[in-house]
């Protein structure tokens, strides 16, 4: 990604990492991080730093009651963290919940960034002491998460961070920082308000942020195409709004690249009321956040594209805002899909899996060298699986045992946390109806999540396929996050997806 593109202004933010602001010149620092890997002698660690501590200091820290130690040191504060080991109870459910190295050391870090904030310090050392590549990487994306403040960055307030200082892989660097800046621009994304952020902007920010990269090309549908083009769940749900629906097509194509791509499909509704089937006032107050599945597409996007990873990748984002007015799709219409298909509208409300299914018919039917070996989709669809699995887990749905056990395995590496979920088929019934070929909802208060992931599946079929049910969202500070809003769920998983899925 060329420098221009990096500095690019994205919704009031002029993209530029922290990470990459880092200095390898280790003298003349006031304030240390020292990171012990997971594996290391507490004991030892303490010796190595006694020309560093006064003798009182080093018996303060005590790693079996503690991971993070604030000390004054002899030439400046001393931040000293060890990851303690996972305990018995974050063993359960086959480890697959359980916290990696990469996420003990990403989320450290994050809090380490707050202490380090009170010393205002100038130039910050982050040291590594018998530290493993997944905790050194997961320490960086954790330091460049923690620096997003959506506030001082679009108002231009200065945060005052200070000047990193490094001794690590540089090819390790570069990674983290393309991760970590993939995450905070899905974040932003999330948080920037839908009065700025609607769907012909958000498309035209995505095109712009890639121009000029020879693997990147971009398309949008506007919505005189997308009515030639006969996507009639999509037009639908945008109808009302006076910010017109259109569907945002990224093609990735790195040099010398020969297999089939995977395409990745991110639900885009830039704000959701409910529709005819309107939304609580407390259930709608969020509801700029309901892009937060475009927002994780984008984001791992920017990774894929920085770091100049050899995948063929097709990215499809439906955009739309679920508005009210007169021209407002509403409960028992029957809409044509653009696959043919007859679908019966339940509740205005469901309006993501609607998107979905027109842009993933149109993943689909992409012939010869660009067609799918796989269809994956991430979108804040159900209100249903946070109600099973809270704000911090995502659930999935897949029909194909590869990406099963890459998605379980890339989930717990990098703390981005899923949940398998069933696609029980014995549910399908529930969206057969005596009007059309199918309802968009089933009829019935269970399952819903379930019920949401069959629909989608239907216009997959032929094709491995997963659905990440997400939340996008952080009501407050936790790890890395240092301030509520957008929580960048699922790029981290993505990355990991991408980087191992047939491979």
């Known amino acids: 990604m060329s420098q221009n593109q990096s500095a690019a202004d994205f919704f009031g933010w002029t993209l530029k990492p922290w990470l990459a602001s880092a200095s390898f010149d280790q003298t003349d620092t006031d304030t240390q991080i020292v990171y012990c890997g997971v594996q290391s002698d507490g004991a030892s660690v303490l010796q190595s730093l006694n020309d560093q501590l006064h003798a009182w200091q080093s018996k303060l820290v005590n790693f079996d009651e503690g991971d993070l130690f604030t000390l004054a040191g002899k030439s ?3 931040i000293l963290i060890k990851p303690r080991k996972v305990s018995d109870a974050q063993k359960r459910d086959g480890g697959l919940l359980a916290p990696s190295s990469y996420s003990l050391a990403r989320d450290l870090l994050g809090r380490a960034f707050a202490e380090c904030k009170k010393f205002k310090a100038a130039r910050l050392k982050v040291r590594f002491i018998n530290a493993q590549p997944d905790e050194v990487r997961g320490a960086l994306v954790g330091l460049e998460m923690s620096s997003y403040s959506y506030r001082a960055l679009v108002q231009k307030i200065e945060q005052n961070l200070p000047q990193l200082v490094l001794d690590v892989d ?3 660097w570069a ?4 991760l970590g800046l993939g995450v905070n621009i899905a974040r932003h994304l999330v948080n ?5 952020l609607f769907p012909q902007s958000f498309a035209l920010a995505v095109a712009k942020l890639f121009d000029g990269d020879d693997a990147v090309t971009t398309s949008i549908w506007d919505e005189e195409k997308l009515k030639r083009e006969g996507m009639g769940l999509h037009l639908a749900v945008g109808g009302a709004s006076v910010h017109k629906p259109c569907l945002l097509h990224v093609r990735y194509r790195p040099e010398g690249v020969t297999e089939q791509p995977i395409a990745i499909v991110g639900k885009g509704v830039t704000f959701d009321s409910g529709g005819l089937d309107i939304k609580d006032p407390a259930s709608m107050r969020l509801m700029k956040k309901d892009m937060g599945g475009a927002a994780a597409v984008v984001g791992t996007l920017y990774w894929l594209v920085a770091n100049k990873v050899n995948r063929n990748v097709d990215v499809y984002i439906p ?3 679920n508005a009210i007015s007169g021209s407002a799709f509403r409960p028992s219409d029957i809409i044509k899909a653009r ?3 007859t679908v019966e509208i339940h509740n205005t409300d469901a309006e993501g899996r609607l998107i979905l299914a027109d842009a993933i018919t149109v993943a689909a039917e992409a012939t010869g060298v660009d067609k799918p070996q796989a269809i994956m989709i991430a979108a804040t669809l159900t ?5 099973g699995l809270g704000s911090d887990v995502a659930g999935y749905f897949t029909n194909d045992e590869e990406l099963t056990s890459v998605i379980n395995r890339q989930s717990q590496a990098h703390g981005d946390l899923m949940w398998h979920m069933p696609l029980f088929d014995g549910y399908r019934p529930r969206l057969d109806t005596a009007f059309a070929d199918i309802n968009h909802c089933a ?6 999540a379930v019920t949401a992931a069959l629909f989608l599946a239907e216009f997959a079929k032929g094709f491995p396929f997963s659905h990440m049910d997400i939340f996008a969202w952080t009501d407050s500070e936790r790890g890395a996050l240092r301030e509520p809003g957008g929580s960048g769920q699922a790029v981290q998983c993505l990355t990991g997806v991408l980087s191992s899925y047939r491979r």
């Open 383 to 387: 209100g249903a699986i946070k109600i």
């Open 175 to 178: 990674e983290a920082q393309a």
């Open 192 to 196: 920037t308000p839908p009065n700025i």
């Open 339 to 341: 696959n043919g298909m």
């Open 443 to 448: 009829v019935g208060s269970y399952g819903g």
């Open 170 to 172: 540089k090819k390790v």
């Open 319 to 321: 955009l739309a805002e």
């Open 76 to 78: 400046g504060p001393i």
